[in-house]
Every structure is written in C-alpha cells, then in structure tokens.
C-alpha cells in the first residue's frame, strides 16, 4: 500500500508535468491577445503554494487532496493523507471549507520514531478565507486565511494524540504577464497544543512557514511551474525556540479539464536544512527528504 500510494502520487505529479511541457505556448499567448481566455481562478495553480482567490459567488466544490512525505535519515518512512473538503463562496471575496482527513504511517528503523504501520481517521478541518484585495482594482490580490483544525494522530510519528491547531496565513499572488505568467507568495503561522494519549503530556509548538511560486500557462488551462518553501518548526506556540529549518523546492503543474473538474499535483525535495543540536546538511529529524501532493476538484 505504501508503495502504490508513494507511485500513484509521484507518477501523476510527473505526468502532469509532461502533459503542460508539451503543450503549446504560443496558442496561450494568442488567446492572451485576443482577449478571449476564460478568468483564472489561481487558489490552486501554484502547488503548495495557495493563490489569492476565493471563487465565484455560490461556487461550490467538492475537493480531494493527497499528501505524502517520505525518506529519513535512516530506516523506512512514509507518512500519507486523503482529505475530502467541502468548498463554498456564499458572498463575495469570501470562501468557507470544511474537511475530514484519514492518515496513513507506514516506519520501522527511524531513529527516534516508533515502529507504525496503521491508518486512522484524523479529526476535522475548517478553513475561511477572506480577499481583502482584488486584482482587478489593485496591483496584486491579498487574502488573510483561518485554518482551525483538530488532529488525532502527530503529524510526524503517527502517534495517538488529542492536538489543537489554528493555521493562520496570508496569500498574495500577482498577474505578472496577462492570462500567461502568475507569481505567489504566502506567510503561514501554524501554533498547535498536543495532549499525548501515550504519555498523558500536554506540548505546544509551532510552525512558520514562507513560501513563493512562480506559474505559467502554456496551453489553455494548463499550467507548470516552480515553487520553494522555507519552513521553520518550534518549540512554544510564540516561536520561542527552534527544533529545525529545511527548504523544499520542485515542480508543480495543474490542468483544467473541464469547466466543472481540474487536477493538480506538486512534489518537493528538502535542498537544505538543519535540526537544532544534531548534523548534517538537511533536516530529516523534524521534516522528510521529499514531499508531494495531489489534488482533484469538481465544481458543481
């Protein structure tokens, strides 16, 4: 299972990519010019990376995502998520999501970690996302996001626990050349209260993440791009004292195939990192070597 799961998600992430590679570039453009490409819709072009906007007015959408992370420093380690949401825009700039996501740990030999092998249902996830800024009045869009989760299992060692977090994020993302090339930043503050049903402790720590993407139509609803992230994990809700720092980087894609249903996929290798108190070049004690993502979306 862990196999498939890893293939199905790392093959379709590099399928995609081809799919936008050979496509054409100069029929985009020609549409660019000619004034008649269809608006684009950028919360899931970039990847990781979340574009700017919140959806049509009475939008809904039914959205499935998987994540994967894999590859520590030594032994066996793969960590996956399937998460159905719910998406709707009831008014303008304004878009609510509610999720329920099952997990996936699959370890023996990790330094550090238990040996697991298990799935679990994983909590409930909420989001509100609110545009301050358009792009069409201003010179890049701007959207302040509240992500409340709760979590049943510890998101690195699979272990049984009760956590609390608060995702809050902004995302920015620009037109950088019309209908054509689109570019994205977000800032992601994530603190989170854990009560280990192990150990009967109760931890706090956060996560700070910074990240930029860069997309480019090269055919009519098909998109390829780049994106890097720098996350910084700690101890203490206020950022107090840092655990590790690592930076992904890779390609992501997205294709629209039709009005109503879209795919996107992005896969990330850790390029540089350190954990607090411990050496090497990257940072395999509080992140995984690689990480990847695939999305499916049908609006309805």
């Known amino acids: 299972m862990t196999g498939f799961m890893r293939a199905r998600t790392c093959i379709t992430v590099l399928v995609l990519a081809s799919m936008a590679g050979a496509a054409s570039f100069a029929r985009a453009q020609e549409a660019a010019k000619a004034g008649d490409a269809e608006r684009i819709d950028t919360e899931f072009i970039f990847g990781f990376t979340a ?6 007015v009475g939008e809904k959408e039914l959205e499935h995502t998987t994540t994967a992370q894999w590859n520590k420093r030594d032994g066996n380690y793969f960590a996956g998520s399937d998460q159905l949401r719910f998406e709707n825009s009831p008014v303008q700039n304004f878009r609510f999501e509610i999720g329920v996501p099952v997990a996936y740990y699959n370890m023996s030999g990790v330094t550090g970690l238990d040996n697991r092998n298990q799935g679990a249902f994983n909590g409930v996830v909420t989001e509100f996302r609110y545009r301050l800024l358009n792009r069409d009045d201003a010179p890049f869009a701007l959207t302040l996001g509240a992500e409340p989760h709760w979590s049943r299992t510890e998101e690195v060692s699979g272990e049984p626990v009760t956590n609390y977090g608060g995702e809050l994020s902004v995302a920015i993302d620009k037109e950088l050349v019309r209908n054509l090339v689109f570019g994205a930043v977000n800032v992601i503050y994530d603190p989170e209260t854990t009560l280990s049903q192990i150990t009967g402790r109760w931890e706090r720590e956060s996560m700070l993440t910074l990240s930029a993407a860069v997309t480019t139509q090269v055919s009519p609803g098909v998109f390829v791009g780049v994106e890097g992230r720098y996350l910084r994990r700690y101890d203490g809700i206020g950022l107090d004292s840092l655990f590790g720092q690592a930076f992904f980087a890779g390609p992501s894609a997205y294709v629209r195939l039709s009005k109503s249903l879209a795919i996107s996929g992005a896969w ?22 690689q990480q990847a993502q695939l999305r499916v979306e049908y609006n309805f």
């Open 51 to 56: 574009g700017a906007d919140t959806g049509e």
């Open 268 to 289: 990330g290798f850790q390029v540089a990192g350190r954990a607090t108190g411990v050496g090497g070049a990257l940072d395999l004690t509080n992140f995984t070597r």
